[in-house]
């Protein structure tokens, strides 16, 4: 089947947020490589570079609903809300453990078509 048939299938709304998850997790790990190579400079050794899972999912799960939680904090609401929903949680999660495996970069590869 084509790419194209198959992203046309799917509502736009989870395509935007697949690419908004990955985005994230990418810059998420950029930063962090970054962070822990001007730690290793100063002498701080490899421990930065050794990341626990569960921070880097937390890290990656509060990037991803900042904007979510700082919105209803303004507007008085739940500052939690948007954790409610279960499946959004899930598959933030999936694109973080695939993020953190094979690199973001080519998860975006398998959402992208040339144009005509």
């Not at 190579?37 to 609903?65: D, H, I, T």
Request: glycine residues 6%; neutral net charge.
């Amino acid at each position: 089947m084509n790419a194209r048939l198959i992203l046309r299938q799917l509502p736009n709304h989870l395509i935007f947020r697949i690419l908004h998850y990955s985005l994230i997790s990418q810059q998420l790990r950029d930063e962090l490589v970054v962070s822990a190579g001007s730690f290793r400079l100063k002498g701080g050794g490899n421990k930065v570079l050794e990341w626990q899972p569960f921070v880097l999912w937390l890290a990656n799960l509060l990037l991803n609903y900042a904007g979510d939680i700082l919105g209803n904090l303004l507007l008085g609401s739940l500052p939690l809300e948007p954790l409610c929903n279960t499946a959004d949680i899930l598959l933030s999660s999936l694109i973080c453990f695939v993020s953190t495996q094979t690199g973001t970069a080519s998860f975006t590869v398998l959402l992208t078509w040339p144009t005509p």
